[in-house]
């Protein structure tokens, strides 16, 4: 079977769109529920942030998606619905441990996507897309892993393990 031509949308474009997009709309959701069930004032900050920067993200990538001819989801995909109910049925403490481990799981696996996407998509606007979305993906695992080190009590390893250097 020979590539798609050009500017054509190949099988990693489609990937990309229905996952990420799946995947940003279900950060919304998640995020307003975080706003209303998180205990700790650092977890309703980060579903601030996590509401605003994948709406924003979000509606770049229903726009690549157009211009590449490829449909983007209108809503979460199964397991972030599942997800969803999980986390529903949680309040306080354990709902903000709940979160943020679901979000250093949906954050990695965003980041993996982005990168497929970079190295193998084929159209442009879906590539630019994930190429300006990985910085802020990288961003924001990095604020859930912090998040979630403070809220267990437990570190993170390059933290504990740059904390144990200054000690030595």
Excluded: C
């Amino acid at each position: 079977m020979a590539p798609p031509p050009p500017q054509q949308a190949n099988n990693t474009d489609r990937l990309d769109a229905t996952l990420v997009g799946g995947g940003g709309l279900a950060e919304v959701e998640l995020a307003k529920l975080a706003q209303a069930r998180a205990a700790s004032d650092g977890v309703k900050q980060f579903a601030d942030r996590m509401a605003a920067d994948h709406g924003r993200g979000n509606a770049r990538l229903a726009e690549a998606a157009r211009a590449a001819g490829v449909p983007a989801p209108n809503e979460p995909t199964p397991d972030d619905k599942a997800m969803h109910e999980r986390l529903a049925a949680l309040q306080g403490r354990s709902f903000d441990v709940a979160y943020l481990q679901g979000q250093l799981v949906a954050h990695q696996k965003t980041a993996t996507l982005l990168e497929w996407e970079i190295g193998q998509g084929q159209h442009a606007d879906l590539q630019r897309h994930a190429a300006e979305s990985l910085p802020v993906v990288m961003q924001h695992l990095a604020l859930v892993q912090a998040l979630l080190g403070e809220v267990t009590g437990a570190l993170p390893a390059a933290v504990a393990q740059k904390q144990a250097r200054k000690t030595r």
